[in-house]
């Protein structure tokens, strides 16, 4: 993507860091006479004001009262606290496991309408088979250095995918035809994942486009794996983080990348032939 999938992260930590130093300013004081006031070294004032150092809670409570603004104190603990939870550490979000992450998503899913994934490398979570899903969480366990508790994950992950299957939903997926090559475990749980991408395209709320390796003259070449959900949140996932996108610019520019890739995907018996084609090619391994 043209934009860091990070910014929209650091644009809301600069605009918290904006309100605060419009907050010291109309105190009249310094960076130095704040950080006096606040018991700490000046530096640290300006790394918050220039969106290096996240504030905490503490920090904004102390900035508020000692420049006589505590009725915005908290908004702006609430506006920093968004701001860090846009950017979230994998590490920190599985430390407890890999099932309790699959649970965190329970809620969004319920409360969105349409779907839309890309993915480059693996078959979407909504459409994941057991077996494929085990095998890729325990090797994100071992990646991360985290609990491995891939097996219960794995299946709370085929369990909440059920959601495929109720009505009032829609879901767009669009893969690159490398996905079905990618062989993430056993022949077996390989094939039977294959197997399952040729009925899942067929259910009537999904549509499931693949661009085929040889697409020439695209528009827009492979990108990192993201989730848009309706048209307020774009989660994209890197390999140590996962990144929220919630500013409607940044949304409108993932909607119109989304639209170019699936324009170049080909669909229904087009798509099973390069399904069925992947299967061959495991047969043949």
Avoid at 69 to 87: R, V
Wanted: hydrophobic share 40%.
């Amino acid at each position: 993507m043209p934009n860091s999938p990070s910014s929209s992260a650091q644009a809301a930590r600069e605009a918290v860091a904006v309100r605060l130093r419009g907050i010291r300013k109309s105190a009249g004081l310094t960076v130095v006479e704040l950080a006096n006031r606040c018991g700490w070294h000046h530096a640290k004032t300006s790394r918050i004001e220039r969106a290096k150092t996240p504030p905490s809670p503490t920090d904004i409570r102390l900035w508020c009262w000692h420049c006589e603004a505590h009725e915005q104190t908290d908004d702006l603990i609430a506006a920093s606290l968004n701001a860090e939870s846009l950017y979230r550490e994998w590490r920190l979000r599985t430390k407890q496991g890999l099932r309790q992450l699959q649970d965190s998503y329970r809620d969004l899913y319920q409360a969105t309408r349409l779907f839309r994934v890309y993915s480059s490398t693996l078959v979407p979570g909504l459409l994941q088979t057991e077996g494929y899903a085990k095998a890729l969480l325990s090797a994100n366990a071992e990646l991360l250095d985290v609990p491995n508790d891939a097996g219960a994950a794995a299946r709370a992950r085929v369990e909440r995918s059920g959601i495929v299957h109720r009505a009032g939903r829609r879901f767009l997926l669009v893969v690159e035809e490398g996905v079905l090559h990618y062989q993430l475990c056993d022949r077996a749980a390989m094939a039977a994942q294959l197997g399952h991408l040729l009925t899942a395209g067929a259910m009537p709320a999904v549509s499931l486009g693949i661009i085929p390796a040889g697409t020439s003259d695209r528009a827009l070449g492979p990108q990192e794996l993201f989730h848009m959900y309706d048209d307020t949140l774009v989660s994209v996932e890197l390999l140590s983080a996962q990144v929220n996108v919630t500013q409607p610019s940044e949304i409108a520019l993932y909607l119109k990348a989304f639209e170019q890739l699936r324009s170049m995907a080909v669909y229904g018996a087009d798509a099973r032939a390069l399904i069925t084609r992947a299967i061959g090619a495991l047969d043949r391994a």
